[in-house]
């Protein structure tokens, strides 16, 4: 089978959704799947940013890119790309001769997607990762008019496809109330997880003394931006700080709020506590984990959170905003959850944890547990069922 997939987050974009893309294009194109993928371009600072070279990822043989010309805007990565609309994919789509268009967004990437399933009746699926009115209200142009506006219009695309997928049932109870009406499954994002696991108490004393980690150390990676909400993290951290000297908060990552937080950090008399660590390389993330003793998440945004996962499945105790989806991955038996914005109840909840390591133990192997459901085996699974339930492409009939 032959899949085209357009997304308009690619590497080297900081994304979960270029994270996910680029780990279910490679598990695929090791099956019996030829897959093209058609990504903006990005330029030389995009790369620099992400600390990358210049050369394409290795995604395996049948698995190629096509980069479609862009342009820079303002985006919570620094990396954004808007993708300019051009009828000559066709002719591109047209050699490949697809089965079937996944489109993994809904912008300039994604209404190409559209325009060719249209002209070459070919299937069209999608996957829905973005609660969008919460990036909107975060924004400082969010408005209700743009709100109603935003999601009316992401229910309209999606209303488009075959069918949909998304990988946490929150995103899909949005869209219902604008009158998204297609039939859809909630299917996990695929998460690589080999590389983040457990090490010894002997390891874990050593990696901090490599980073330069208290005795106890919360933890935080991903995206600074601002549905992330880090600065409750910050806050929960200026009560904790009236009570221990052992401790600090490592953030792992880049972007639109960086400066912002560091100077809510020195505004609270926080630089000895607070360590921004910026972007780190996958092997490098992994030991900030394993040097780490909890994991807090305070966005209102998250659809799945691949850092979580990384986090559960490195046997941390985890805390998470009840928000979006985060609780239909947190409970009580793997960490704790929290109202949004709630930075004296985070405060508590940590204070907790520092002073009963063995239930963050328990929660940790508990983590660890369910993490397992969502490896790349188990996932890729189940969107092969899905694209073999895909009405055939109309030219081919």
Known sequence: MKIAVFSDNFYPELSGIADSVATAVTELGKRDYTIRIYVP????????????????????????LYRLKSLPFL???????????????LSEIKKFKPDIIHSHLFFGAGLEALFVSKILKIPLVGTSHTPITEYIKSSQVGSD????????????????????????KSIIDEMKKK??????????NPIDLRSFKKVSSIEKKRLKKFFGFQQQTIFYAGRLSP???????IQAVNLIDKERE????????????????????K??????????????????????????????????????????????????????????ALPEYINSQNGFLVNPGDYQDLAQKILFLFKNPQLGQKMGSKGQKTVKNFSVTKIINQWEKFYQNIPKNKNKE
């Open 41 to 64: 371009e990005y330029s030389v600072e995009n790369y620099k940013l992400a600390g990358l070279s210049l050369k394409e990822p290795n995604l395996g043989k049948k698995v190629s």
């Open 75 to 89: 985006g919570p990565t620094k990396q954004s790309r808007a993708v300019i609309f051009s009828p000559l994919i």
């Open 145 to 168: 008019w743009l709100k109603k506006a935003s999601s009316e219009y992401v229910s309209w695309y999606y209303n488009q496809c075959e069918k949909i997928t998304a990988p946490s």
């Open 179 to 188: 009158d998204f009406k297609r039939p859809f499954e909630v299917i996990s």
């Open 227 to 233: 549905e992330k909400k880090l600065e409750v993290i």
């Open 246 to 265: 052992d401790f600090n908060l490592a953030i792992a990552g880049e972007g639109s709020e960086r400066k912002p937080l560091e100077n809510l950090v």
């Open 267 to 324: 505004k609270l008399k926080l630089d000895k506590r607070v360590k921004f660590l910026g972007i780190l390389s996958k092997k490098d993330l992994a030991k900030a984990y394993q040097a780490s003793d909890i994991f807090v998440i305070m966005s209102t945004a998250e659809t799945q959170s691949i850092s979580l996962m990384q986090a559960m499945a490195t046997e941390l105790p985890v805390i998470g905003a009840r928000a979006r």
